[in-house]
């Protein structure tokens, strides 16, 4: 990239122009998802740096064993995560290295203390200290090393401290990144035009109101109409059209009705003997237990889905209070719930802490003078001694401590001193300084009951499933059979990236697909055109794959998808023709227009820096690009759902701004570098991502 080359070579002196064109530029050289590497043992390379797939199953599944066991990830869903995470941040090292850009530890030390991140801020409230003391605390050289708790700390800080630091790199990225675009005057001249506010007064009509049987659209059409919109099928990386089956692999009537059965024996067992001993060594159920509060619902309601009765219910009735969730739609689990035992304790403290470096003596002596005593500001300014006094606005809650510690906070809730931890390098005195009133925290097991469907279940599923891909060996008897054998066809379009089939974009981030289904695409990869696969199964669905096409460079016409499109495009463009001539000229101002058309006058301002929500944009910004030429007149435009009589009735210029102060708008909102940093760091260098390979 020869606009970062120049950046990196000159980053400190460095003024340039970029506009729209070179940033388009940049941007279009995307992640490349496949590509052919010289050895397997790659999963992705970024610029000449070779990530090794051992070094990247490591890290894997590290991540993997962190998950909650009732929110595991896909496997492959959660790989391709992970490794565009790991190559974002060797893309933002590189890119920083060649332009000098350094983080020192200060600096993310600073940060750490001053603005630590969530992690951090929780581990602090868990144990009544604030971020200097932690630090202080992991990096004193006299802590005990085989303080397993003290070292799993650590490791979390370590985490935390290189995100922070590519946070930081990022940002000092984007602000020379920043720096080097200015604003000439043409784009000052363009910015203050994008301001102009127009007045406008319209009438439509929806294309929807010309019958389709009107409208004829023949394969020239379509085949124009793809000759001309040809880069909007534009793929960077060779795809596959495929159709597939999917099973689901549900219990029957009989399996549930066994399993009902079972349910009501442990939940009869759970209610009429102690604690959990009548269900510990159940091997149907699961157990695992939570303790809160009823201020703090939503620890207990993670376990539950928020299900803020079931609480409600164990709460009311106390000790040995049993309650049930039972599944819905295709959920399997059933979850069975039991208050174990209650206690008092007290609710949020304040503490004051004091660390004591140094041999047993001097603890000792310490811990006599506090006793005494002895205010912990008087200790100040001892080099081996550092306090911390409590925040009433940061009170932590003593539900949080483990119960050794909660222990120590309830039997010195009078206030006097008592020792946090010590080993023969420290110690750490505390006191309760503030405190809420005891309140009644609840144990509460909880036991889940899967209800799987029976191995004669899943073999008559596979039988039959089986028995149709027999009888459908031809891959148009495949799809074309579906629907008389009771299955359902599916059709998609799949890429070397994609990790599960079915998954979709929607307004609220990608919807999960079909769980383990990354196995099928990596054979749909490996098949040819006209391939059937054999039946992959797991504990959820079958799922049989047919290879169609391979698409490389751009998805022909002929993808259903595609010519799909095309026909609503013709129709729209054919039928925007013919309502042009049916009004065109017919009428001499908006109202004229809204009585031909039947409909009602509307009114919009309009500005082509700004959102359109009322007519479309393209229309939106024709009648702005006219500007005051387009005052008093009437236009009739065709849009893609729509055409359009619009009149321009009045303006309201743009406000006149320093020249300076409209360069920095230009840039804010032509050119968003910390929002786009991620998409311009992939367009910098070369980016294969090998994972397809290891499916």
Not at 527 to 551: C, H, M, R, W
Request: charged share 25%; hydrophobic share 40%; aromatic share 6%.
């Amino acid at each position: 990239m020869a606009a970062l080359e120049k950046i990196r070579k000159r980053a400190a002196i460095l003024t340039i122009v970029i506009g729209a064109g070179l940033l388009a530029f940049i941007l279009e050289e995307a992640v490349r998802a496949s590509g052919a590497f010289t050895t397997d043992t790659l999963a992705a390379k970024v610029g000449n740096e070779k990530i090794e797939m051992q070094e990247f199953q490591n890290i894997s599944q590290a991540r993997q064993q962190q998950q909650d066991a009732d929110n595991k990830v896909d496997p492959a869903v959660m790989q391709q995560q992970i490794l565009q995470e790991v190559i974002q941040e060797k893309l933002l090292t590189q890119e920083c290295d060649e332009a000098n850009i350094k983080v020192t530890g200060e600096e993310v030390t600073e940060l750490m203390v001053n603005n630590p991140p969530q992690a951090i801020q929780q581990i602090c409230q868990q144990n009544g200290i604030d971020p200097k003391s932690l630090f202080d605390l992991l990096k004193n050289p006299n802590a005990d090393p085989n303080d397993q708790s003290l070292q799993q700390i650590r490791a979390l800080y370590e985490q935390e401290s290189q995100k922070m630091a590519n946070q930081l790199m990022q940002a000092k990225l984007g602000m020379l990144l920043m720096g080097c675009l200015q604003a000439n005057d043409i784009d000052i001249e363009l910015t203050k035009e994008e301001s102009t506010v127009y007045n406008v007064t319209y009438a439509k009509v929806d294309y929807a109101t010309v019958d389709d049987s009107k409208v004829k659209v023949t394969d020239a059409d379509l085949k124009a109409a793809y000759d001309k919109y040809k880069n909007l099928f534009k793929i960077d990386d060779e795809s596959r059209r495929v159709h597939y089956i999917k099973v689901d692999v549900d219990p029957s009537a009989k399996d549930k009705a066994a399993a009902a059965a079972k349910i009501n024996k442990i939940y009869a067992s759970l209610q009429n003997m102690p604690g959990i001993s009548g269900i510990r060594a159940n091997s149907d159920v699961v157990l695992d237990s939570v303790t809160t509060t009823q201020a703090d619902k939503q620890v207990f309601g993670a376990k539950v889905e928020n299900k803020n009765d079931v609480f409600n219910n164990l709460v009311a009735g106390g000790l040995n209070t049993c309650d049930k969730k039972d599944p819905t739609g295709r959920d399997r689990n059933t979850f069975m719930y039991k208050v174990t035992s209650t206690y008092q304790s007290i609710d949020s403290i304040g503490l004051d802490m004091v660390l004591v470096q140094g041999p047993k003596a001097r603890q000792d002596s310490v811990f006599a003078l506090l006793e005494g005593g002895m205010a912990i500001d008087s200790l100040a300014g001892n080099a081996n001694i550092q306090i911390q006094k409590s925040n009433p606005q940061q009170l932590a809650r003593a539900f949080q401590f483990p119960d050794s510690l909660r222990t120590k906070i309830n039997s010195n809730a009078s206030g006097s001193f008592f020792t946090w931890q010590a080993n023969n390098d420290g110690a750490i005195f505390a006191k309760v300084a503030q405190s809420k009133p005891a309140i009644t925290f609840y144990n509460i097991a909880r036991a889940k009951f899967v209800d799987y469907p029976s191995e004669a279940t899943v073999t008559k599923l596979q039988e039959d499933l089986q028995a149709y891909i027999n009888k459908n060996k031809d891959i148009k008897a495949f799809e074309k059979n579906a629907k008389a054998a009771h299955y359902e066809i599916v059709e998609e379009v799949v890429t070397p990236a994609t990790t599960q089939l079915g998954a979709q974009q929607s307004q609220f981030g990608r919807m999960p697909g079909i769980p383990e289904s990354r196995k099928a695409i990596k054979w749909a990869y490996e098949s040819k055109p006209g391939t059937i696969s054999q039946i992959f199964s797991d504990d959820n669905a079958l799922l049989v794959v047919a290879v169609d096409e391979i698409y490389k460079d751009y998805i022909p016409m002929t993808d259903p998808t595609v010519k799909q499109q095309l026909t609503e495009l013709v129709k729209s463009e054919k039928k925007a023709e013919m309502l042009m001539k049916q009004y065109k000229g017919k009428a001499n101002d908006v109202a004229g227009y809204a009585a031909l058309m039947k409909c009602n006058v509307d009114s919009a301002n309009l500005s082509m820096g700004a959102p359109q929500q009322m007519l479309e944009s393209r229309v939106a910004g024709l009648v702005a690009g006219l500007g005051a030429k387009a005052q008093g007149k009437v236009q009739l435009i065709a849009g893609r759902n729509a055409i359009y009589a619009v009149q321009v009735v009045g303006t309201t210029p743009a406000r006149d701004l320093p020249k300076q102060q409209v360069a920095m708008q230009y840039r804010q909102q032509h050119f968003p570098i910390q929002q786009m940093l991620s998409a311009i760091l992939q367009g910098s260098r070369k980016v294969k991502n090998n994972l397809i390979k290891f499916s």
